[in-house]
């Protein structure tokens, strides 16, 4: 990544418009404003499923968020194939589905994250979306009592449409990959809210006020950095994150310590 776009300016100005546009098109609530963000209109997928009948799928996956099910992102989570997976631009994107087996899914709509890419195939080949859910959000797409039957389809007509994350009671957090050392500092973001997705990050280093360096994306949700001063990343370090739908900017001040321990999760007190 070569500079760290920060929409702040332009973004602030665009929600401002909206705000305004909004309030004087009859007081809306702030909620159907986000619509813009959030197309509210339903579209069409497939679907598939993977991992054990009640699991979370691969049980970590190609975004790195570790182990899912006792994590804040639970077990409803969907392997996306290409055009959802984005790179790894589309991990931590949430999004609501449903089938149209109406004798055995629910009318209403299931969450899911995205933390895992289906890499291709039969079913994840092409630019068609597909979502390769865990054997959970299967469940939770059913009619109760319908579970297991609704696995025994296997292949499904999905309509999706996305939605804001959320966490409660949860912050941004950072996981220090255990490759990690004092110079080398590479970490996972997790449970972003809102959005969920990160356009961008930067890192600054103690002491550095004009400081902010690039973080460039390796995979997945993983980032790093290295120091560019010859000499040891001095702790602590502050992160900044830039979300990409929304352009919204968070400063997590001090995130990461002096002495960051490899393998380490740091909770910010930021939140999207
Ligand atoms: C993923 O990255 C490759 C090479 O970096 C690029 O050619 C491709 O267009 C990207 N795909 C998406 C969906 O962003
Ligand atoms: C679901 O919708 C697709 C078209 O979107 C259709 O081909 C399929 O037959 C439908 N399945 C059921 C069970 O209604
Ligand atoms: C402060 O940070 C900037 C950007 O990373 C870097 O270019 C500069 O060398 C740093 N200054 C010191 C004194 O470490
Ligand atoms: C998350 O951040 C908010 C706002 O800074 C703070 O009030 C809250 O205590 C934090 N929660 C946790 C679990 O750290």
């Known amino acids: 990544m070569a500079a760290f776009i920060i929409p ?13 546009v909004c309030s004087i098109a009859g007081h809306l609530p702030l909620h159907s404003c986000q619509e813009t963000y959030y197309d509210p209109e339903w579209k069409p997928a497939g679907g598939t499923w993977y991992g054990d009948p009640d699991g979370d799928g691969s049980d970590g996956g190609a975004c790195g968020y570790g182990v899912l099910s006792t994590s804040p992102y639970g077990s409803s989570i969907a392997a996306g194939n290409s055009p959802l997976f984005l790179n790894g631009s589309g991990c931590g994107v ?10 055995l899914c629910k009318p209403t709509a299931t969450d899911v994250v995205i933390t895992d890419l289906c890499p291709g195939g039969a079913f ?3 630019s068609f979306p597909h979502f390769d859910l865990s054997g959970t959000a299967i469940s939770k797409m ?16 999905l309509l999706y449409r996305r939605i804001p994350c959320s966490y409660p009671g949860q912050n941004i957090s950072f996981t220090v990959d255990s490759g990690s050392n004092p110079f080398w500092l590479s970490l996972i973001v997790k449970y972003e809210g809102g959005p969920g997705d990160i356009q961008a990050i930067q890192i600054k280093q103690a002491g550095n006020d004009s400081g902010w360096q690039a973080m460039t994306q390796n995979w997945g949700a993983n980032w790093m950095v290295q120091s560019n001063t010859g000499s040891a990343l001095q702790g ?11 352009g919204q900017v968070v400063v997590a001040a001090d995130v990461i310590p002096a002495g960051y321990d490899p393998g380490a999760t740091y909770e910010s007190s930021v939140q999207f």
Do not use: M, W
């Open 124 to 126: 994840c080949d092409g």
């Open 236 to 246: 602590p370090l502050s992160i900044r994150l830039a979300t990409q739908l929304t």
């Open 8 to 20: 702040g300016c332009s973004t602030s100005f665009i929600v401002a418009l909206l705000v305004l």
């Open 142 to 157: 059913a009619i109760s009592g319908q579970e297991e039957a609704l696995r025994t389809v296997a292949v499904y007509d």
């Open 94 to 103: 949430c999004y609501e589905v449903k089938c149209n087996h109406t004798d």
